[in-house]
């Protein structure tokens, strides 16, 4: 019989400790799927954030290091700096790379470090049981705003994409969904496009993933999915915000 | 063999260079700005990354980086810039990555001054971010010296797996002292542990979280054993004058170079006084201190601040002795004279002891 779906090699046999209907467990396959593919499992280096990914290097089959939260793209800058032939990509989420982490991303960004970059955007401060994250949405209930986000008091939620676009550093900036099979397939695309781009040295490339939190949401795993399409990429417009192409 | 004229940051910066570093991550501070200018030079020269980081919270975690793939890394600041590094340096220790940090110390609280200051005592030798751990401690007083304490800094680094930090100060930093080189080191330790991608081998991970409950409390212990043997095996320190004394000044880094020079004076006077230089702070020498202040009678604690040693000191102080503190916070610097006429009012009896 011919084997048509297997765990991928960049995976480890592992349990997560994502919660039922997280998308965490989703993005992690497509990577270790574009890993395997590009044939860089064995060269590749992983930074993991502060944040429900922190234990990533549990998860995934290959070098992965722990970074202090927000600080992914600095410790990237220098690993990939010093080994320019690996593969080196940040997994962060809203808080750690929008949020305490604003600076690094910026400037990595401007620095044009050849980078991947891994933005998973939920909208809410997951690990520490959902407050209110730079993503979260105007109107948007968490635990830090029980009457729902107020502009006036919390400030607005930070575009990331739009606002990296204005960056001359950047060469590949996508905001994509797995709200439903054909965006998960599209957003493979985006991941894999993202690093192919590491590879002919095309500098800096973040792909934003808006992503399922239905716990910290109080929904369920499929009304989760319908709120990403429905609410979420209203505000959080999917596709292409820059791309310089390759060089 | 040569000698070469440089500022201690110009030194300091090429001590690193010959010890094999490859990677320094910096952002501008008085008083050791020429730290990053000269390595934005040198270091590329040589094969070697040079960042300008965006803060000094990214230098230091770029420098994280640099030493989780394996290689010598550095980064050199002054006070405000080292506290805003302390989150970074306590991931280093509980990841266990080695790093060299320097410290050209400046007058604070707070922005302080620019001047040079050992304000920075409790914050170098009790930890300074959070969690159980300790910061191996070098305290040069020359540039020469801190030359090589640059230079060595890298292989105690390397060989306990664990951030080194350097604590000198303005004077040092920018003072220019002819130096000897040392000769460039070519074989560099290999590591095991590095990511450097996993071909041919199984994935490595560095971190410092251990959600299970005991196994953190186990790494706790590792680290504990740890820093018991860099007790017992790295303590420098350098005594001068010791052996016919009535008296002792316990002195570090620049202070004690001036100390150094009121000891001179007062033994031409007739008193019978020596000096006792720490040269790591941590682990500080504290049998090697009380051994001296068993055959004397009077101790004093002279630093640029105000008297952040002295804890350490009356840990071996056993025989109870008076100890007399003269210090010069704020970024002053005390001049050898008004050191010995101090020591001349306490020995009189013209001064209390603490």
Same mark, same amino acid.
């Given at each position: ?63 992965? &290091?722990?970074?202090?939260? $927000?600080?992914?793209? !600095?410790?990237? =800058? #220098? ?6 032939? %690996?593969?080196?990509? &940040?997994?962060?989420?809203? $808080?750690?790379?929008? !949020?305490?982490? =604003? #600076? ?6 401007? %620095? ?136 | ?354």
């Amino acid at each position: 019989m011919k084997s048509i779906y297997k765990k991928p090699e960049s995976l480890k046999e592992e349990i997560t400790i994502y919660c039922p209907g997280c998308g965490h467990g989703i993005i992690h396959r497509l990577i270790a799927e574009v890993i395997d593919e590009l044939n860089i499992r064995e060269k590749t280096i992983g930074v993991a954030p502060v944040g429900c990914a922190v234990l990533a290097y549990d998860y995934f089959n290959f070098d992965v &290091t722990e970074s202090a939260h $927000g600080r992914a793209p !600095a410790v990237a =800058t #220098a690993i990939k700096r010093l080994l320019p032939d %690996r593969i080196v990509f &940040t997994y962060q989420g809203d $808080g750690d790379l929008a !949020a305490i982490g =604003t #600076a690094e991303i910026i400037h990595s960004a401007a %620095r044009g470090e050849n980078i991947t970059v891994i933005f998973v955007n939920n909208a809410v401060y997951g690990m520490t049981k959902g407050q209110m994250a730079p993503t979260t949405l105007p109107g948007m209930k968490t635990t830090t705003t029980i009457d729902g986000r107020d502009v006036k008091c919390h400030g607005y939620p930070l575009k990331v994409c739009e606002l990296l676009s204005q960056i001359d550093g950047v060469s590949y900036l996508e905001r994509t969904s797995i709200d439903s099979v054909q965006n998960i397939i599209k957003t493979k695309a985006s991941i894999k496009k993202s690093f192919l781009y590491q590879i002919e040295n095309n500098g800096f490339s973040l792909i934003e993933i808006l992503s399922p939190c239905p716990v910290n949401w109080k929904m369920s795993p499929k009304d989760s999915m319908n709120w990403i399409r429905d609410v979420m990429s209203k505000y959080f417009v999917c596709g292409i915000y820059k791309d310089k192409g390759v060089k | 063999m040569s000698k070469y004229l440089l500022t201690g940051c110009e030194a300091s910066a090429e001590a690193a260079i010959h010890a094999g570093c490859k990677f320094y991550a910096g952002y501008p501070i008085t008083p050791q700005n020429r730290f990053p200018e000269y390595m934005s030079k040198r270091l590329p020269e040589e094969g070697g990354i040079f960042i300008q980081a965006e803060s000094e919270i990214s230098a230091i975690n770029m420098v994280f980086g640099a030493s989780v793939c394996g290689f010598r890394a550095l980064t050199s600041s002054s006070s405000p810039g080292i506290s805003l590094k302390q989150e970074g340096i306590s991931y280093l220790a509980g990841c266990q990555l080695p790093a060299v940090i320097i410290n050209m110390n400046r007058g604070g609280p707070g922005l302080g001054d620019v001047t040079p200051s050992q304000s920075d005592y409790f914050q170098a030798t009790r930890g300074g971010g959070h969690g159980d751990y300790r910061t191996i401690v070098l305290a040069p007083w020359t540039v020469q010296e801190l030359y090589d304490l640059t230079y060595i800094a890298f292989d105690i680094a390397d060989k306990y797996r664990n951030p080194v930090l350097i604590l000198a100060d303005g004077v040092l930093a920018q003072i220019m002292e002819s130096v000897k080189f040392k000769k460039k080191k070519k074989k560099l330790p290999i590591k095991k542990w590095a990511l450097t991608g996993c071909k041919g081998r199984k994935p490595n991970s560095i971190k410092s979280l251990f959600l299970t409950p005991g196994v953190l409390e186990k790494h706790n212990w590792k680290l504990y054993k740890k820093y018991k043997k860099i007790e017992e095996k790295e303590i420098r320190y350098e005594k001068y004058f010791c052996d016919d004394v009535d008296n002792i000044i316990v002195s570090f880094g620049t202070c004690a170079r001036i100390c150094y020079e009121s000891v001179k004076i007062l033994r031409k006077e007739g008193f019978k006084i020596g000096l006792f230089r720490p040269i790591t702070l941590w682990p500080f020498p504290y049998k090697q201190l009380q051994k001296e202040i068993e055959k004397i009678k009077k101790i004093f604690v002279v630093e640029m601040n105000l008297g952040q040693m002295i804890d350490d000191v009356k840990i071996s102080n056993i025989k109870n002795l008076p100890i007399y503190f003269y210090g010069r916070p704020g970024g002053g610097v005390p001049t050898s004279e008004e050191i010995s006429n101090f020591i001349i009012s306490c020995i009189k009896g013209r001064k209390e002891d603490l």
